[in-house]
Protein backbone atom coordinates (compact mmCIF):
# COMPACT_ATOMS: atom_id res chain seq x y z
CA UNK A 1 0.00 0.00 0.00
CA UNK A 2 2.48 2.48 0.78
CA UNK A 3 4.32 1.87 -2.36
CA UNK A 4 1.23 2.82 -4.57
CA UNK A 5 1.60 6.47 -2.84
CA UNK A 6 4.66 6.21 -3.18
CA UNK A 7 4.84 5.91 -6.76
CA UNK A 8 1.45 8.07 -7.28
CA UNK A 9 4.02 11.16 -5.52
CA UNK A 10 6.85 10.87 -7.78
CA UNK A 11 4.27 10.06 -10.80
CA UNK A 12 2.94 13.60 -9.92
CA UNK A 13 6.22 15.12 -9.24
CA UNK A 14 7.04 13.78 -12.32
CA UNK A 15 3.96 15.30 -14.18
CA UNK A 16 4.77 18.59 -13.34
CA UNK A 17 8.69 18.55 -13.67
CA UNK A 18 8.39 19.52 -17.36
CA UNK A 19 8.49 23.50 -17.70
CA UNK A 20 9.16 24.82 -14.32
CA UNK A 21 12.07 26.48 -14.49
CA UNK A 22 11.97 26.85 -18.85
CA UNK A 23 8.67 28.14 -19.50
CA UNK A 24 8.75 32.52 -18.53
CA UNK A 25 6.72 33.82 -15.69
CA UNK A 26 2.96 34.06 -16.94
CA UNK A 27 1.34 37.03 -16.44
CA UNK A 28 -0.78 38.46 -15.02
CA UNK A 29 -1.44 36.38 -11.72
CA UNK A 30 1.32 33.93 -11.75
CA UNK A 31 3.52 37.09 -12.17
CA UNK A 32 2.09 39.43 -9.14
CA UNK A 33 1.85 36.26 -6.37
CA UNK A 34 5.77 36.51 -7.58
CA UNK A 35 6.24 39.56 -6.84
CA UNK A 36 4.72 39.78 -3.87
CA UNK A 37 6.50 37.16 -2.57
CA UNK A 38 9.94 38.17 -3.64
CA UNK A 39 9.69 41.71 -1.65
CA UNK A 40 8.31 39.99 1.13
CA UNK A 41 12.02 38.10 1.22
CA UNK A 42 13.93 42.12 -0.18
CA UNK A 43 11.94 43.53 2.66
CA UNK A 44 11.25 41.31 5.58
CA UNK A 45 7.97 42.04 6.34
CA UNK A 46 5.57 38.85 6.20
CA UNK A 47 2.34 39.78 7.36
CA UNK A 48 1.83 42.56 5.04
CA UNK A 49 1.38 42.11 1.08
CA UNK A 50 2.49 44.19 -1.20
CA UNK A 51 3.10 44.84 -5.56
CA UNK A 52 5.88 47.52 -5.56
CA UNK A 53 3.83 50.29 -3.58
CA UNK A 54 0.41 49.23 -3.62
CA UNK A 55 -1.47 46.46 -1.22
CA UNK A 56 -2.46 43.10 -2.46
CA UNK A 57 -4.81 42.13 -0.58
CA UNK A 58 -7.14 40.01 -2.88
CA UNK A 59 -6.26 36.41 -1.11
CA UNK A 60 -4.49 35.35 2.62
CA UNK A 61 -1.17 34.80 3.58
CA UNK A 62 -1.03 31.64 3.01
CA UNK A 63 0.40 30.76 -0.32
CA UNK A 64 3.26 33.72 0.18
CA UNK A 65 4.42 32.23 3.29
CA UNK A 66 5.04 28.65 2.03
CA UNK A 67 6.22 30.22 -1.52
CA UNK A 68 8.40 32.25 0.77
CA UNK A 69 9.92 29.20 3.03
CA UNK A 70 11.30 27.60 -0.49
CA UNK A 71 12.29 31.29 -1.68
CA UNK A 72 14.60 30.78 1.86
CA UNK A 73 15.34 27.09 1.45
CA UNK A 74 16.52 27.49 -2.20
CA UNK A 75 19.28 29.95 -0.30
CA UNK A 76 18.76 32.73 -3.14
CA UNK A 77 16.54 34.78 -1.66
CA UNK A 78 15.09 37.57 -3.68
CA UNK A 79 16.99 36.14 -6.33
CA UNK A 80 15.41 32.94 -6.74
CA UNK A 81 13.98 32.09 -9.88
CA UNK A 82 10.60 31.61 -10.91
CA UNK A 83 10.54 27.63 -10.35
CA UNK A 84 12.05 27.74 -7.09
CA UNK A 85 8.20 29.26 -6.26
CA UNK A 86 6.77 26.89 -8.55
CA UNK A 87 7.86 23.94 -6.81
CA UNK A 88 4.92 24.85 -3.97
CA UNK A 89 2.22 24.07 -6.73
CA UNK A 90 3.85 21.38 -7.66
CA UNK A 91 3.83 19.71 -4.41
CA UNK A 92 0.24 21.16 -3.87
CA UNK A 93 -0.87 18.97 -6.87
CA UNK A 94 1.83 15.89 -5.65
CA UNK A 95 -0.44 16.17 -2.00
CA UNK A 96 -3.56 16.45 -3.59
CA UNK A 97 -3.24 13.38 -5.38
CA UNK A 98 -1.62 11.34 -2.40
CA UNK A 99 -4.90 12.62 -0.95
CA UNK A 100 -7.69 11.41 -3.46
CA UNK A 101 -5.61 7.77 -3.44
CA UNK A 102 -5.82 7.77 0.53
CA UNK A 103 -9.85 8.53 -0.19
CA UNK A 104 -10.30 6.22 -2.87
CA UNK A 105 -8.61 3.21 -1.24
CA UNK A 106 -10.42 3.53 1.93
CA UNK A 107 -13.57 3.74 0.13
CA UNK A 108 -13.54 1.73 -2.62
CA UNK A 109 -10.08 -0.58 -2.63
CA UNK A 110 -6.38 0.03 -3.40
CA UNK A 111 -6.80 -0.11 -7.42
CA UNK A 112 -9.79 2.39 -7.09
CA UNK A 113 -7.12 5.05 -5.30
CA UNK A 114 -4.36 4.11 -7.57
CA UNK A 115 -6.99 4.90 -10.27
CA UNK A 116 -8.25 8.09 -8.69
CA UNK A 117 -4.47 9.12 -8.24
CA UNK A 118 -3.61 8.61 -11.74
CA UNK A 119 -6.55 10.35 -12.60
CA UNK A 120 -5.79 13.91 -10.74
CA UNK A 121 -2.21 13.23 -11.36
CA UNK A 122 -2.97 13.82 -15.38
CA UNK A 123 -5.89 15.79 -16.20
CA UNK A 124 -4.96 19.41 -17.72
CA UNK A 125 -6.46 21.43 -15.47
CA UNK A 126 -3.65 20.23 -12.23
CA UNK A 127 -0.95 20.08 -14.58
CA UNK A 128 -1.61 23.62 -15.54
CA UNK A 129 -1.76 24.74 -11.98
CA UNK A 130 1.14 22.15 -10.97
CA UNK A 131 3.43 24.68 -13.10
CA UNK A 132 1.90 28.04 -12.11
CA UNK A 133 2.71 29.62 -8.94
CA UNK A 134 -0.57 30.75 -7.65
CA UNK A 135 -2.84 29.09 -4.93
CA UNK A 136 -5.14 26.89 -6.81
CA UNK A 137 -2.90 23.62 -6.56
CA UNK A 138 -2.09 24.22 -2.78
CA UNK A 139 -5.83 25.12 -2.39
CA UNK A 140 -6.56 21.42 -4.28
CA UNK A 141 -4.73 19.97 -1.76
CA UNK A 142 -6.15 21.39 1.23
CA UNK A 143 -9.42 20.34 0.12
CA UNK A 144 -9.17 16.88 -0.91
CA UNK A 145 -7.37 16.28 2.77
CA UNK A 146 -10.76 18.27 4.09
CA UNK A 147 -13.00 16.38 1.83
CA UNK A 148 -11.45 12.77 2.15
CA UNK A 149 -11.46 12.61 5.55
CA UNK A 150 -15.07 13.71 5.67
CA UNK A 151 -16.00 11.30 3.27
CA UNK A 152 -14.54 8.49 5.85
CA UNK A 153 -16.29 10.02 8.53
CA UNK A 154 -19.59 9.81 6.42
CA UNK A 155 -19.17 6.27 5.26
CA UNK A 156 -18.25 4.62 8.46
CA UNK A 157 -21.05 6.71 10.32
CA UNK A 158 -23.62 5.58 8.35
CA UNK A 159 -22.04 2.07 8.63
CA UNK A 160 -22.35 1.82 12.14
CA UNK A 161 -18.15 1.23 12.29
CA UNK A 162 -15.58 3.85 14.75
CA UNK A 163 -14.43 6.80 13.34
CA UNK A 164 -10.58 7.17 13.11
CA UNK A 165 -9.63 9.96 16.00
CA UNK A 166 -7.26 11.17 13.64
CA UNK A 167 -9.95 12.17 10.72
CA UNK A 168 -11.25 15.23 12.34
CA UNK A 169 -7.98 16.81 13.09
CA UNK A 170 -7.54 16.14 9.23
CA UNK A 171 -10.99 18.11 8.47
CA UNK A 172 -10.03 21.10 10.41
CA UNK A 173 -6.54 21.80 10.18
CA UNK A 174 -6.81 21.59 6.37
CA UNK A 175 -9.71 23.81 6.56
CA UNK A 176 -7.69 26.69 8.76
CA UNK A 177 -4.76 25.77 6.28
CA UNK A 178 -7.21 26.52 3.13
CA UNK A 179 -9.01 29.81 5.09
CA UNK A 180 -5.05 31.20 4.74
CA UNK A 181 -4.67 30.12 1.17
CA UNK A 182 -7.69 31.61 -0.14
CA UNK A 183 -10.46 32.15 1.92
CA UNK A 184 -13.55 30.39 2.35
CA UNK A 185 -13.55 28.20 -0.98
CA UNK A 186 -12.63 24.94 0.94
CA UNK A 187 -15.35 25.61 4.05
CA UNK A 188 -17.61 26.23 0.78
CA UNK A 189 -17.11 22.98 -0.76
CA UNK A 190 -17.53 21.30 2.72
CA UNK A 191 -21.13 22.64 3.22
CA UNK A 192 -22.42 22.21 -0.07
CA UNK A 193 -21.43 18.54 0.43
CA UNK A 194 -22.78 17.94 3.95
CA UNK A 195 -26.19 20.19 2.75
CA UNK A 196 -27.09 18.00 -0.25
CA UNK A 197 -26.11 15.24 1.97
CA UNK A 198 -28.99 16.61 4.58
CA UNK A 199 -31.55 17.17 2.28
CA UNK A 200 -31.15 13.63 0.55
CA UNK A 201 -30.89 11.73 4.06
CA UNK A 202 -32.65 14.02 6.77
CA UNK A 203 -30.43 12.69 8.83
CA UNK A 204 -27.69 14.77 10.37
CA UNK A 205 -26.27 12.87 13.43
CA UNK A 206 -22.94 11.69 12.01
CA UNK A 207 -21.93 15.22 12.07
CA UNK A 208 -21.81 14.63 15.44
CA UNK A 209 -18.72 13.01 14.51
CA UNK A 210 -17.13 16.06 13.45
CA UNK A 211 -16.41 17.52 16.80
CA UNK A 212 -17.89 20.52 15.23
CA UNK A 213 -16.65 23.25 18.46
CA UNK A 214 -13.20 21.86 18.65
CA UNK A 215 -12.71 21.62 15.29
CA UNK A 216 -13.68 25.58 14.71
CA UNK A 217 -11.87 26.47 17.65
CA UNK A 218 -8.61 24.62 15.77
CA UNK A 219 -9.53 26.80 12.82
CA UNK A 220 -9.63 29.76 14.45
CA UNK A 221 -6.44 29.25 15.67
CA UNK A 222 -4.85 28.60 12.54
CA UNK A 223 -6.13 31.14 10.52
CA UNK A 224 -7.44 34.12 13.14
CA UNK A 225 -3.61 35.71 14.31
CA UNK A 226 -2.71 36.96 10.51
CA UNK A 227 -6.37 38.19 9.99
CA UNK A 228 -5.73 40.10 13.01
CA UNK A 229 -2.40 41.26 12.32
CA UNK A 230 -3.23 42.23 8.87
CA UNK A 231 -6.81 43.82 9.69
CA UNK A 232 -4.66 46.28 12.11
CA UNK A 233 -1.74 46.77 10.12
CA UNK A 234 -3.93 47.92 7.23
CA UNK A 235 -6.17 49.67 9.15
CA UNK A 236 -9.10 47.37 8.04
CA UNK A 237 -7.63 47.39 3.98
CA UNK A 238 -7.42 43.73 3.93
CA UNK A 239 -10.65 42.65 4.94
CA UNK A 240 -12.44 45.34 3.43
CA UNK A 241 -10.70 44.67 -0.41
CA UNK A 242 -10.26 41.07 -0.07
CA UNK A 243 -14.09 40.24 1.34
CA UNK A 244 -16.03 43.51 0.62
CA UNK A 245 -14.70 43.76 -3.05
CA UNK A 246 -12.94 40.59 -4.46
CA UNK A 247 -15.06 38.16 -3.05
CA UNK A 248 -18.42 40.07 -2.72
CA UNK A 249 -17.31 41.48 -6.10
CA UNK A 250 -17.38 38.39 -7.80
CA UNK A 251 -20.57 37.04 -6.81
CA UNK A 252 -22.28 39.70 -7.44
CA UNK A 253 -21.53 40.45 -11.06
CA UNK A 254 -18.39 39.63 -13.25
CA UNK A 255 -15.10 40.87 -12.00
CA UNK A 256 -11.56 41.32 -13.82
CA UNK A 257 -13.26 40.88 -17.29
CA UNK A 258 -14.19 37.39 -16.45
CA UNK A 259 -18.01 37.72 -16.50
CA UNK A 260 -19.71 35.07 -18.52
CA UNK A 261 -22.87 32.98 -18.31
CA UNK A 262 -23.92 29.80 -16.75
CA UNK A 263 -22.74 26.91 -19.27
CA UNK A 264 -19.11 27.78 -19.28
CA UNK A 265 -17.41 25.12 -17.46
CA UNK A 266 -20.14 22.86 -18.92
CA UNK A 267 -18.15 23.91 -21.80
CA UNK A 268 -14.43 23.87 -21.08
CA UNK A 269 -15.28 20.57 -19.04
CA UNK A 270 -14.15 18.82 -21.75
CA UNK A 271 -10.62 20.55 -21.92
CA UNK A 272 -9.97 20.91 -18.12
CA UNK A 273 -10.62 17.42 -17.14
CA UNK A 274 -8.72 16.09 -20.56
CA UNK A 275 -7.90 13.55 -21.25
CA UNK A 276 -10.67 11.80 -18.40
CA UNK A 277 -13.95 13.95 -18.94
CA UNK A 278 -15.44 10.70 -20.78
CA UNK A 279 -14.55 8.06 -18.45
CA UNK A 280 -15.93 10.11 -15.66
CA UNK A 281 -18.89 11.02 -17.47
CA UNK A 282 -19.15 7.87 -17.52
CA UNK A 283 -18.78 7.05 -14.21
CA UNK A 284 -20.55 9.33 -12.64
CA UNK A 285 -23.58 8.19 -14.68
CA UNK A 286 -23.76 5.25 -13.64
CA UNK A 287 -23.20 6.64 -9.64
CA UNK A 288 -26.08 8.75 -10.46
CA UNK A 289 -28.49 5.91 -11.45
CA UNK A 290 -27.76 3.58 -8.24
CA UNK A 291 -26.64 6.38 -5.28
CA UNK A 292 -29.92 5.33 -3.30
CA UNK A 293 -27.88 2.19 -2.82
CA UNK A 294 -24.59 3.24 -2.02
CA UNK A 295 -24.02 6.17 -0.08
CA UNK A 296 -20.34 6.16 -1.10
CA UNK A 297 -21.96 7.16 -4.80
CA UNK A 298 -24.27 9.74 -2.65
CA UNK A 299 -20.96 11.42 -1.35
CA UNK A 300 -19.21 11.51 -4.35
CA UNK A 301 -21.75 13.56 -6.61
CA UNK A 302 -22.79 15.89 -3.49
CA UNK A 303 -19.00 16.50 -3.64
CA UNK A 304 -19.24 17.36 -7.57
CA UNK A 305 -22.43 18.43 -8.34
CA UNK A 306 -23.37 21.55 -5.99
CA UNK A 307 -20.24 22.87 -6.08
CA UNK A 308 -19.91 22.94 -10.03
CA UNK A 309 -23.77 24.31 -10.01
CA UNK A 310 -23.02 27.54 -7.53
CA UNK A 311 -19.84 28.72 -9.68
CA UNK A 312 -21.87 28.17 -12.69
CA UNK A 313 -24.36 30.89 -11.29
CA UNK A 314 -21.11 33.20 -9.86
CA UNK A 315 -20.98 35.87 -12.68
CA UNK A 316 -16.92 35.86 -12.34
CA UNK A 317 -15.83 32.56 -14.53
CA UNK A 318 -12.89 31.47 -14.42
CA UNK A 319 -11.30 27.60 -15.54
CA UNK A 320 -9.58 27.14 -12.12
CA UNK A 321 -12.59 27.90 -9.72
CA UNK A 322 -14.40 24.04 -10.18
CA UNK A 323 -11.12 22.16 -9.58
CA UNK A 324 -11.72 21.43 -6.11
CA UNK A 325 -15.01 19.50 -7.36
CA UNK A 326 -12.89 17.09 -10.12
CA UNK A 327 -11.60 14.84 -7.37
CA UNK A 328 -15.29 13.93 -6.24
CA UNK A 329 -15.26 12.15 -10.63
CA UNK A 330 -12.10 10.75 -10.24
CA UNK A 331 -13.38 8.92 -7.04
CA UNK A 332 -16.11 7.47 -9.26
CA UNK A 333 -13.77 6.34 -11.87
CA UNK A 334 -12.39 4.56 -8.91
CA UNK A 335 -15.65 2.89 -7.86
CA UNK A 336 -16.25 1.85 -11.31
CA UNK A 337 -13.20 -0.04 -11.99
CA UNK A 338 -13.93 -2.32 -8.79
CA UNK A 339 -17.34 -3.59 -10.30
CA UNK A 340 -18.15 -6.52 -12.24
CA UNK A 341 -18.34 -5.49 -16.19
CA UNK A 342 -22.12 -6.46 -16.60
CA UNK A 343 -22.58 -4.37 -13.95
CA UNK A 344 -20.21 -1.36 -14.56
CA UNK A 345 -21.54 -1.42 -18.38
CA UNK A 346 -24.97 -1.35 -17.77
CA UNK A 347 -27.18 0.86 -20.67
CA UNK A 348 -27.55 4.16 -19.77
CA UNK A 349 -30.54 6.20 -20.22
CA UNK A 350 -31.37 8.25 -23.43
CA UNK A 351 -30.47 11.33 -21.73
CA UNK A 352 -27.68 9.92 -20.39
CA UNK A 353 -26.31 8.46 -23.72
CA UNK A 354 -26.59 12.11 -25.52
CA UNK A 355 -24.48 13.99 -22.78
CA UNK A 356 -22.00 10.51 -22.98
CA UNK A 357 -21.75 11.31 -26.44
CA UNK A 358 -21.57 15.05 -26.44
CA UNK A 359 -18.45 14.22 -24.21
CA UNK A 360 -16.60 12.12 -26.97
CA UNK A 361 -17.07 14.47 -29.24
CA UNK A 362 -15.28 17.37 -26.45
CA UNK A 363 -12.82 14.37 -25.93
CA UNK A 364 -11.74 14.51 -29.64
CA UNK A 365 -12.17 17.83 -30.28
CA UNK A 366 -9.65 18.59 -27.85
CA UNK A 367 -7.13 15.52 -28.92
CA UNK A 368 -6.83 16.88 -31.95
CA UNK A 369 -6.60 20.94 -30.59
CA UNK A 370 -3.92 19.92 -28.44
CA UNK A 371 -2.25 18.36 -31.27
CA UNK A 372 -2.66 21.53 -33.68
CA UNK A 373 -1.68 23.89 -31.16
CA UNK A 374 1.43 21.98 -30.83
CA UNK A 375 2.41 21.73 -34.35
CA UNK A 376 0.61 24.85 -35.08
CA UNK A 377 1.95 27.49 -32.86
CA UNK A 378 5.26 27.53 -33.58
CA UNK A 379 4.89 28.14 -37.03
CA UNK A 380 2.27 30.95 -36.47
CA UNK A 381 4.27 32.65 -33.87
CA UNK A 382 7.93 31.97 -34.64
CA UNK A 383 7.27 30.98 -38.55
CA UNK A 384 9.23 27.94 -38.47
CA UNK A 385 8.62 24.62 -37.61
CA UNK A 386 9.61 22.24 -34.48
CA UNK A 387 10.47 19.37 -34.60
CA UNK A 388 9.23 18.57 -31.38
CA UNK A 389 5.86 19.45 -32.45
CA UNK A 390 5.60 15.88 -33.47
CA UNK A 391 5.89 13.64 -31.03
CA UNK A 392 4.09 16.05 -28.91
CA UNK A 393 1.19 15.90 -31.75
CA UNK A 394 1.92 12.20 -31.76
CA UNK A 395 1.22 12.45 -27.66
CA UNK A 396 -1.93 14.04 -27.85
CA UNK A 397 -3.42 11.85 -29.82
CA UNK A 398 -2.22 8.85 -28.37
CA UNK A 399 -3.80 10.09 -25.01
CA UNK A 400 -7.00 10.62 -26.98
CA UNK A 401 -7.23 7.13 -28.31
CA UNK A 402 -6.48 5.74 -25.21
CA UNK A 403 -8.98 7.50 -23.43
CA UNK A 404 -11.67 7.04 -25.87
CA UNK A 405 -13.54 3.47 -24.52
CA UNK A 406 -16.89 2.52 -25.72
CA UNK A 407 -17.30 0.58 -22.52
CA UNK A 408 -17.72 2.85 -19.77
CA UNK A 409 -15.58 0.43 -17.71
CA UNK A 410 -11.74 1.34 -18.07
CA UNK A 411 -9.14 -1.07 -16.53
CA UNK A 412 -6.56 0.36 -14.58
CA UNK A 413 -3.30 -0.53 -17.20
CA UNK A 414 -5.34 1.52 -19.60
CA UNK A 415 -5.93 4.59 -17.49
CA UNK A 416 -2.48 4.63 -16.26
CA UNK A 417 -1.14 4.15 -20.21
CA UNK A 418 -3.83 7.65 -20.87
CA UNK A 419 -2.04 9.29 -18.14
CA UNK A 420 1.51 8.73 -18.90
CA UNK A 421 0.71 9.85 -23.07
CA UNK A 422 -0.71 13.10 -21.60
CA UNK A 423 2.33 13.23 -19.41
CA UNK A 424 4.65 13.06 -22.60
CA UNK A 425 2.16 15.63 -23.58
CA UNK A 426 2.53 17.97 -20.97
CA UNK A 427 5.86 17.86 -21.07
CA UNK A 428 6.64 18.64 -24.54
CA UNK A 429 3.78 21.20 -24.91
CA UNK A 430 4.74 22.92 -21.16
CA UNK A 431 8.20 21.86 -21.33
CA UNK A 432 9.76 22.46 -24.76
CA UNK A 433 7.42 24.21 -27.18
CA UNK A 434 5.64 26.69 -25.00
CA UNK A 435 8.77 28.16 -23.78
CA UNK A 436 10.64 27.55 -27.35
CA UNK A 437 7.82 30.79 -28.53
CA UNK A 438 9.93 34.00 -28.44
CA UNK A 439 7.64 36.42 -29.79
CA UNK A 440 4.97 36.16 -26.81
CA UNK A 441 7.94 35.84 -24.00
CA UNK A 442 8.55 39.71 -23.86
CA UNK A 443 9.81 40.23 -20.33
CA UNK A 444 12.66 37.76 -20.51
CA UNK A 445 14.38 39.21 -23.51
CA UNK A 446 13.41 42.80 -21.76
CA UNK A 447 15.28 41.26 -19.10
CA UNK A 448 17.92 40.42 -21.27
CA UNK A 449 18.57 43.21 -23.04
CA UNK A 450 18.81 45.52 -20.06
CA UNK A 451 21.59 43.40 -18.38
CA UNK A 452 23.15 43.62 -21.81
CA UNK A 453 22.76 47.82 -21.86
CA UNK A 454 22.75 48.45 -17.89
CA UNK A 455 25.18 51.47 -17.70
CA UNK A 456 25.53 51.01 -13.58
CA UNK A 457 24.91 48.36 -11.10
CA UNK A 458 22.02 50.42 -9.90
CA UNK A 459 20.28 51.13 -13.20
CA UNK A 460 16.28 51.42 -12.89
CA UNK A 461 14.25 50.73 -15.67
CA UNK A 462 11.09 52.58 -16.05
CA UNK A 463 8.47 50.95 -18.82
CA UNK A 464 5.58 52.76 -21.26
CA UNK A 465 3.06 50.93 -22.72
CA UNK A 466 4.49 47.46 -21.72
CA UNK A 467 3.10 47.05 -17.99
CA UNK A 468 3.21 43.48 -17.31
CA UNK A 469 3.67 42.40 -13.72
CA UNK A 470 6.21 39.90 -15.02
CA UNK A 471 8.50 43.01 -16.12
CA UNK A 472 8.69 43.54 -12.43
CA UNK A 473 10.04 40.24 -11.24
CA UNK A 474 12.38 39.75 -13.83
CA UNK A 475 14.11 43.54 -14.15
CA UNK A 476 13.43 44.49 -10.39
CA UNK A 477 11.11 45.49 -7.64
CA UNK A 478 11.93 49.57 -8.55
CA UNK A 479 10.95 48.93 -12.16
CA UNK A 480 8.85 51.86 -12.69
CA UNK A 481 5.54 51.05 -14.90
CA UNK A 482 4.64 54.27 -16.21
CA UNK A 483 3.96 56.24 -19.73
CA UNK A 484 5.75 58.16 -22.31
CA UNK A 485 6.17 60.84 -20.36
CA UNK A 486 7.12 58.83 -17.24
CA UNK A 487 9.83 57.34 -19.01
CA UNK A 488 11.13 61.03 -19.84
CA UNK A 489 11.00 62.25 -16.63
CA UNK A 490 12.74 59.18 -15.29
CA UNK A 491 15.10 59.70 -17.95
CA UNK A 492 15.81 63.16 -17.18
CA UNK A 493 16.41 62.51 -12.96
CA UNK A 494 19.30 59.95 -13.48
CA UNK A 495 20.79 60.88 -16.96
CA UNK A 496 23.67 58.30 -16.33
CA UNK A 497 22.23 55.48 -15.19
CA UNK A 498 18.61 55.23 -15.83
CA UNK A 499 17.27 53.16 -19.04
CA UNK A 500 13.69 53.95 -20.33
CA UNK A 501 11.43 51.61 -22.43
CA UNK A 502 9.08 52.74 -25.18
CA UNK A 503 6.96 52.11 -28.34
CA UNK A 504 9.32 52.82 -31.19
CA UNK A 505 6.38 54.74 -32.41
CA UNK A 506 6.81 57.08 -29.74
CA UNK A 507 10.50 57.86 -29.80
CA UNK A 508 9.96 60.99 -31.53
CA UNK A 509 7.76 62.03 -28.84
CA UNK A 510 10.31 60.79 -26.35
CA UNK A 511 13.32 62.49 -27.98
CA UNK A 512 10.92 65.81 -27.86
CA UNK A 513 10.51 65.54 -24.19
CA UNK A 514 14.37 65.31 -23.32
CA UNK A 515 15.42 68.06 -26.22
CA UNK A 516 13.31 70.56 -23.91
CA UNK A 517 15.84 70.10 -21.30
CA UNK A 518 18.61 69.83 -23.83
CA UNK A 519 19.35 65.86 -23.77
CA UNK A 520 18.70 63.44 -26.15
CA UNK A 521 19.06 59.86 -26.66
CA UNK A 522 20.26 56.90 -27.62
CA UNK A 523 17.90 53.67 -28.88
CA UNK A 524 20.54 51.05 -27.48
CA UNK A 525 18.11 47.60 -28.15
CA UNK A 526 14.94 46.64 -29.65
CA UNK A 527 12.43 44.22 -28.84
CA UNK A 528 9.82 42.99 -31.33
CA UNK A 529 7.05 40.75 -30.32
CA UNK A 530 3.41 39.90 -29.07
CA UNK A 531 1.86 41.13 -25.57
CA UNK A 532 -0.44 37.61 -24.80
CA UNK A 533 -2.10 39.60 -22.04
CA UNK A 534 -3.48 42.68 -24.09
CA UNK A 535 -3.13 40.96 -27.41
CA UNK A 536 -1.03 44.10 -28.64
CA UNK A 537 2.08 43.69 -30.92
CA UNK A 538 4.71 45.68 -30.04
CA UNK A 539 7.96 47.12 -30.92
CA UNK A 540 9.99 48.37 -27.97
CA UNK A 541 13.12 50.44 -27.86
CA UNK A 542 15.38 50.43 -24.92
CA UNK A 543 16.78 54.11 -24.19
CA UNK A 544 19.51 55.78 -22.54
CA UNK A 545 20.58 59.42 -22.13
CA UNK A 546 23.04 60.71 -25.36
CA UNK A 547 26.63 61.43 -22.84
Known sequence: MNRNYIF???FSLAMTLSGLASLPPIDRDESRFVQATKQMAESGDYVDIRFQEASRYQKPIGIYWLQSAAVTLSGKGAEAPIWVYRTISALGIAIAVLAIAWTGTNLFGANAGIAAGLVMAAIF????????????????????AAQGALAQIYFASRRNEPVAGHLWWIFWIAQGAAILIKGPIAPLLSALTIAVLFAF????RWLAKLRVGRGLLLVVVIALPWLAAITWKSHGAFLQQAVGKDMLGKVASGEESHGLPPGFYML???????????????AGLQALNRMRDDVRLRFCLAWYIPFWLVFELIPTKLPHYVLPAYPGMALLIGWLLMLQPEDANAPLKRWQQWLWWSTAFGLVVVSLGLAAVCIGAPIYLTHSFSWWSIPAAAAALGTGYFAFSRQLQVPLPRIGATAACAGITYALLFGVIAPSLKPIWLSPAIKQAVLANKPCATTVL???RYQEPSLVFLVGTKTVLT???GVAQHLLA???????????EDEQKLNGMLSVQGKSMNRVAEVDGLNYSSGDKLSLGLYRVAP
Do not use: H, N, Q
Request: some cysteine.
Open 201 to 204: ERDG
Open 268 to 282: TYSLFMWPFGLIAVG
Open 462 to 464: ASA
Open 125 to 144: ATAFEGRDAKTDAMLLACCV
Open 494 to 504: DPACALGLAPI
Open 483 to 485: DVG
Open 8 to 10: LFL
